[in-house]
């Protein structure tokens, strides 16, 4: 049974910084693709980001590329999203979560919730001006 927990999120201004983190226990991290997904007030969880297992790939949403970064250390089994720029629509609750299907390839990148099979408590990000 794999355990994912969020941490790092809290208020911000806009413009601003936060770094989420991700820590992942009782399986094998190396073999998930990691994804970040967000749920803001009143609406449903959407796909932020997801990094392939080796870590050299990654796909965003159109609504963080640029200002979003995905990224995993194996040896850590941890994965991070470091958010720059931060609006007020980026408030919401962050999620992670893992994917852990036989199926791979270096340009897997699942953008659906229901490919994902482990998921974190959530983490909640406000961003005010």
């Known amino acids: 049974q794999v355990q994912l927990v969020e941490s790092g999120g809290g208020l911000v201004l806009t413009g601003g910084s936060l770094r989420l983190s991700c820590a992942a226990s009782?399986?094998?991290?190396?073999?998930?693709?990691m994804g970040w997904f967000r749920q803001p007030p009143g609406k449903e969880r959407e796909f932020v980001a997801c990094?392939?297992?080796?870590?050299?790939?990654?796909y965003y949403a159109d609504s963080v590329k640029g200002r979003f970064t995905i990224s995993r250390d194996n040896a850590k089994n941890t994965v991070y999203l470091q958010m720059n720029s931060l609006k007020s629509e980026d408030t919401a609750i962050y999620y992670c979560?893992?994917?852990?299907?036989?199926?791979?390839?270096?340009?897997?990148?699942?953008?659906?919730?229901?490919?994902?099979?482990?998921w974190g408590q959530g983490t909640q990000v406000t961003v005010s001006s």
């Open positions: 979560a893992a994917d852990s299907s036989a199926y791979y390839a270096s340009t897997y990148y699942p953008k659906e919730k229901f490919k994902y099979n482990y």
């Open positions: 009782g399986g094998t991290f190396s073999r998930y693709t």
């Open positions: 990094i392939n297992r080796s870590g050299a790939g990654t």
